[in-house]
């Protein structure tokens, strides 16, 4: 289904993604037949990645030949190589839990012109919700208008976070910044699906989120959806240039000021004096954790 009031490009980025979509709802109909291979630890692939990411490229290259592709499972080996346009895609968002036939994954689809992320669409299969932006035009959910929470105030606020989860993450940065945000706000979720994340503060759903780790593709989609629905991201500093850092926090412009605050120490953008503060912090806790034997463990019981 097109829409004739909508960009050319975002109506074949639509059509893509609920191409991939109807991929995404079949596998999930018989999950426990669906191979699994692991790229490094924790961090899975499905043949539903694939099939989905190919149906996609194919879908827009047929309309744009001309056109560059950087995609999660292919990287840039499809498209054309040196095009100003380049489509930037997720084609499942959260396969840990499709896997797991937990219902919370997403196709992530943008459209980067010169550099600059002009369309996207988010589209989650298992409630068949759509949302879509073009620069300048706003953004929208089932085409409807949405627009960031009108909250203000930290403590009445729901965050969104990701976990860190692969070998190397620096865990104990991540529970020191956890503990920082959560004693301040409403709520800590994790759903585990960040373009979804970044769909739901463009919605208003909840009225920021954060996470470390993320790939371009993670975040180009949900980047658009944020600031054309009058919201802010960027790095954890409150840099907008973020796309490729690796660092993304997204908000209602109040409340992404006040988070910045409280985040900006734990980024790796941070002063010096404030990554020592941070170390201080994590070595007070080292004390705690080294002292004496771990506590035995009940049986039956998971370990702390």
């Known amino acids: 289904m097109s829409s004739p009031n909508l960009h050319p490009m975002l109506n074949v980025a639509i059509k893509a993604a609920r191409a991939a979509g109807a991929i995404i709802n079949r596998a999930a109909l018989d999950v426990e037949s669906v191979r699994i291979s692991q790229k490094q630890i924790n961090d899975f692939v499905t043949e539903v990645d694939h099939a989905s990411e190919r149906t996609i490229i194919e879908t827009l290259l047929t309309a744009y030949p001309g056109h560059g592709i950087i995609a999660e499972e292919s990287g840039s080996e499809h498209g054309a190589k040196d095009s100003e346009?380049?489509?930037?895609?997720?084609?499942?968002?959260?396969?840990?839990?499709?896997?797991?036939?937990?219902?919370?994954?997403?196709?992530?689809?943008?459209?980067?012109?010169?550099?600059?992320?002009?369309?996207?669409?988010?589209?989650?299969p298992s409630r068949n919700d759509l949302f879509t932006a073009t620069k300048g035009r706003g953004a929208f959910q089932n085409e409807r208008r949405i627009r960031v929470s009108k909250r203000?105030?930290?403590?009445?606020?729901?965050?969104?976070?990701?976990?860190?989860?692969?070998?190397?993450?620096?865990?104990?940065?991540?529970?020191?910044?956890?503990?920082?945000?959560?004693?301040?706000?409403?709520?800590?979720?994790r759903p585990g699906a960040a373009a979804l994340d970044l769909a739901y503060v463009a919605a208003g759903y909840t009225e920021g989120f954060f996470e470390?780790?993320?790939?371009?593709?993670?975040?180009?989609?949900?980047?658009?959806?944020?600031?054309?629905?009058?919201?802010?991201?960027?790095?954890?500093?409150?840099?907008?240039?973020?796309?490729?850092?690796?660092?993304?926090?997204a908000g209602t412009p109040r409340i992404y000021g006040q988070?910045?605050?409280?985040l900006?120490?734990?980024?790796?953008?941070?002063?010096?004096?404030?990554?020592?503060?941070?170390?201080?912090?994590?070595?007070?806790?080292?004390?705690?954790?080294?002292?004496?034997?771990?506590?035995?463990?009940?049986?039956?019981?998971?370990?702390?």
């Open 259 to 262: 988070l910045v605050q409280i």
């Open 85 to 124: 346009y380049v489509w930037i895609i997720d084609p499942l968002d959260g396969t840990t839990n499709f896997i797991h036939g937990f219902p919370v994954y997403c196709v992530s689809i943008a459209l980067a012109v010169r550099g600059k992320i002009e369309q996207a669409v988010i589209y989650d």
């Open 152 to 189: 203000t105030q930290l403590k009445q606020s729901l965050l969104s976070t990701g976990f860190p989860y692969r070998p190397g993450d620096n865990f104990k940065n991540y529970l020191n910044m956890m503990g920082d945000v959560m004693q301040r706000t409403a709520g800590l979720r």
């Open 212 to 249: 470390t780790g993320l790939s371009i593709w993670d975040v180009a989609a949900g980047s658009l959806l944020v600031t054309e629905a009058g919201g802010l991201i960027g790095n954890f500093t409150g840099e907008a240039d973020f796309l490729e850092q690796r660092e993304c926090l």
């Open 264 to 304: 900006g120490k734990y980024s790796k953008f941070a002063t010096a004096g404030e990554k020592a503060a941070v170390r201080q912090a994590e070595q007070a806790l080292a004390p705690q954790e080294d002292a004496g034997e771990a506590p035995a463990q009940v049986e039956g019981s998971a370990p702390l």
